[in-house]
């Protein structure tokens, strides 16, 4: 289900293919996953929109907006976002 609604969301929206910051985004989800009640295999995208907005979908999927990412002052913030 969670593969299936990515694929939909990934063509309505462009997702952002910048690996250092998809970098930045895992080693941030990396510190948060010990404390995660579910075994998932969690992955962040970034997608290209100006409107800051982050949501996760079945399966560990995880999306944030480059929106929320200017809107964001730290990477403490990004944890709690995420």
Do not use: C
């Not at 970034?46 to 929320?68: C, R, S, V, W």
Request: proline share 6%; glycine share 6%; charged share 30%.
């Amino acid at each position: 289900m969670g593969r299936k609604g990515a694929a939909e969301i990934e063509k309505q929206i462009p997702r952002v293919l910048d690996p250092d910051a998809e970098a930045k985004l895992a080693m941030i989800a990396d510190r948060l996953t010990p404390y995660m009640q579910r075994n998932l295999d969690y992955n962040v995208r970034i997608l290209e929109m100006k409107e800051p907005n982050a949501f996760a979908l079945p399966g560990g999927q995880t999306y944030i907006t480059t929106g929320m990412l200017k809107f964001l002052k730290s990477e403490d913030e990004i944890a709690a976002i995420l």
